[in-house]
Structure formats: structure tokens, C-alpha cells
């Protein structure tokens, strides 16, 4: 899985190794030394740090070592955001209520070592006045003088790659988790969470459904860039955008599918344009593609024209 961790980060000497060992009666990763195993390394000390190249032989090499780490800096254009405890353990999917937040930092995305969590990488200003870190319930948000535990376990198809996080994003989310702390919560039953996180079918299943639909000569025509009939783009996309969600609950589905349509634009590259697009479509659409109705249907549409047959 390492080789999914980005290139650019692997090229600096930012690197140590930790190891699980109980502080504070409770069980904590604790940093160490990648040259020299044997000592503690430290967040705000350099020389403490190592190459990636150095982190994974002693990983490999030291039995005691539990996994390899990041270190952020002021030198560095990076920001972390650790989203703890925010993977449902029965599906592996995220909880709606940080799912459209993770979605929204389109950067490099991994699960975290415990496999409940989320850390996002990107290039950032951190929106606190000091620069400190922050942490407030379940969540993190570092830009110097700590470090991550990296796993290079990519979450579904999200980012490879260190992107961009826009400065506006960051402080909302800034002013959201820290300053007023979030609105939303857990859903309260594991159905509930699953009507909303529904990946079931590929891209191209839902393709294929939307095109023997009996909306299917409106999705076509979406589906291949016409506007026609409508007062503006923005429009057709939610028309499409909600045909889509039909199928799927999955908002990352639902951003590559209308990506990869007629009707994209650079404006859908914008992750705040885009994924207020998704919620609006999530709104409005609540009904949700079951296959065993569908079949039944088809059935019963069988059995009245084979009646009817009959008698004429």
C-alpha cells in the first residue's frame, strides 16, 4: 500500500517510525527515530527526522516498530486533517455527517491505522491565527509540529495526489469543527446510513439502467451535453445529477459520473460548485433503486401481456 503514498511526499526528510505503547493509561503512537530505532523522535527537531527509504527499512528490519510517519512543518505547504471514528466498521463507508466535508478536500485521502478513520493531506494555510494544531472531539487539524501516521491506504477512488485545499474551504471547516462544532450527527440506525451510502452498482451498471429507464430519452439527452429545455447548465446538471442519484447515494460516484458526462465543465472542478450540486440532488431525491422491485415489475408487466394474449 506505500506506493500509493505521493511521490512528493516520499522525496522529503520528513520521516519517523512510532510505535503503540501506553500513556496516560491509554495506548498512544509514539514517535521514534528511523536512523536509530531506539530513540524517541521528536515532532519539532529535524534531526529526529529520516527519509522515507530509511522509515521503511526500519519498519521492515525492527520488530518492535508499528508503522512509518509524517512530519509537518513551516517549511512544508502542508496541512493534515485526521477525521476520527468516522467510518462505519459494518459497511467501511463514511458517516454523511463528515462525508460531504472529506468529499469536498478532494486531496490525498487514506484510512487511518485503526481502519475508523480518515486523513486527508493537502496544501493549506491552517486558519488558526497562531498556527497551532487543533483538536476538538473527533477531529484534527495540523499544519506544524506533529505527525501523522501514514498508511497509503487509499479510501475508495479518492486522490492519490496532494492538491490544493482553497483557503475559503479550510476556514469553514475551521469555523465548523472547532469554533461552533457540527450541526449534524451519527444517523441513529444502520439502515439509515445505508439508504444514504448505497454503492451497489458500478458506473456502468447505472449507465446501462438509466438508459432502459423510462426517463431514459431525458437522461440521454443530458447524458450527452444538450441543455435544451432548460434555463441554464446548472439546471440540466441537477436534472441529471438527480437522475443519477436514483442509483446512488454515494457522493463520490455520483462526482465522477457527472464528470465523465457531456455536460461537464471546468466550473465542475470547483469542489464547492460541484458538491452543492450532490446535496441538492441527495435532497430531493430520496426514493432509491431496489433491483428486486424492479424484477418483480418486470414480472408482473410479463403476466398481463401473456394474459391478455390469451383472451384476445
Not at 511526499?9 to 517510525?17: F, G, H, I
Not at 444502520?190 to 458506473?203: G, I
Amino acid at each position: 500500500m506505500f506506493e500509493s503514498i505521493p511521490t512528493e511526499l516520499k522525496d522529503l526528510k520528513q520521516w519517523v517510525v512510532w510505535r503503540l505503547e501506553i500513556k496516560d493509561e491509554r495506548l498512544t503512537k509514539i514517535p521514534y527515530r528511523a536512523d536509530i530505532p531506539s530513540k524517541k523522535a521528536s515532532t519539532t527537531n529535524p534531526n529526529t527526522w529520516s527519509s522515507f527509504a530509511q522509515a521503511i527499512f526500519s519498519l521492515e528490519n525492527e520488530k518492535s516498530i508499528s508503522g512509518i510517519g509524517f512530519v509537518f512543518t513551516d517549511d512544508d505547504p502542508y496541512i493534515g486533517i485526521d477525521f476520527d471514528k468516522c467510518i462505519e466498521p459494518e459497511t467501511g463507508l463514511i458517516y454523511p455527517s463528515t462525508e460531504q466535508d472529506i468529499l469536498s478536500l478532494q486531496s490525498y485521502t487514506e484510512i487511518s491505522q485503526s481502519g475508523k478513520g480518515i486523513h486527508v493531506i493537502g496544501k493549506g494555510i491552517n486558519p488558526d491565527i497562531e498556527g497551532k494544531g487543533n483538536k476538538k472531539g473527533n477531529i484534527e487539524m495540523y499544519s506544524k509540529g506533529r505527525y501523522f501516521a501514514i498508511t497509503g491506504n487509499i479510501y475508495k477512488d479518492f486522490p492519490h495526489v496532494v492538491n490544493k485545499i482553497p483557503d475559503t474551504l479550510l476556514k469553514t471547516l475551521y469555523l465548523k469543527y472547532f469554533i461552533t462544532g457540527p450541526q449534524t450527527s451519527k444517523p441513529k440506525t444502520l439502515d439509515q446510513f445505508k439508504s444514504r451510502n448505497n454503492l451497489f452498482l458500478a458506473d456502468e451498471e447505472i449507465l446501462s439502467l438509466c438508459e432502459h429507464a423510462n426517463n431514459s430519452t431525458k437522461f440521454t439527452i443530458l447524458w450527452h451535453g444538450s441543455t435544451t429545455g432548460y434555463n441554464s447548465q446548472s439546471e440540466a446538471e441537477m436534472s441529471l445529477c438527480c437522475i443519477l442519484a436514483f442509483y446512488t447515494k454515494d457522493t463520490s460516484q455520483l462526482q465522477r459520473l457527472l464528470r465523465g458526462s457531456g455536460l461537464y465543465r471546468e466550473k465542475m472542478d470547483r469542489i464547492d460548485y460541484i458538491a452543492s450540486t450532490i446535496k441538492r440532488s441527495l435532497d430531493i431525491v430520496h426514493d432509491k433503486y431496489d433491483p428486486k422491485s424492479q424484477i418483480r415489475t418486470r414480472w408482473l408487466k410479463r403476466r398481463l401481456l401473456t394474459k391478455g394474449d390469451s383472451v384476445g
